[in-house]
């Protein structure tokens, strides 16, 4: 079994969470801009195996793509070019940002760090594959480019 790969994708910063082996548990792995995230994943998944790919997908309140959307599709279809037999899968990621603010605001971390954009980021991205990770088989979306 190998791991499940998720993230926050943002123009400046793209949080991302893995798996461990087994499936079990979602951590934090690290923030890329969006010049390094393809041959950061070459390198990852040259030593890691990886099922799949989960990405927070941009929403408003009323379900309608945000503003954000067609730069994440678009960072979902370059996934899909260079990992092309790697499952891709879109999740609402609507809240998560507020989620892991209000998480990390919690945790008593020191001021400064609460503050890096880069924390929240990463928590993002380990909420959507926690998120993910609690969906049943059926209820998953896998990313199709046609419809995007």
């Known amino acids: 079994m190998g791991r499940i790969m998720a993230f926050d994708y943002g123009t400046k910063r793209i949080g991302i969470a893995v798996t ?25 998944i040259e030593r890691e195996d990886i099922d799949c790919f989960v990405v927070g997908e941009p929403k408003q309140l009323n379900n309608t793509p945000s503003q954000s959307a067609e730069a994440t599709h678009r960072f979902c279809e370059r996934l899909k070019k260079y990992f092309p037999d790697i499952d891709l899968y879109m999740l609402d990621e609507r809240f998560t940002s507020k989620i892991a603010s209000q998480s ?23 909420i959507i594959l926690q998120d993910f990770m609690n969906m049943t088989e059926e209820n998953r979306t896998k990313y199709d480019i046609t419809n995007s």
């Open 20 to 44: 461990d082996t087994l499936q079990i548990i979602a951590t934090k792995l690290t923030i890329s801009s969006d010049v390094e995230i393809i041959p950061f994943l070459q390198s990852y």
């Open 104 to 126: 990390i605001a919690k945790s008593g971390l020191k001021r400064k760090i609460k503050q890096e954009k880069g924390i929240i980021d990463e928590m993002s991205a380990v």
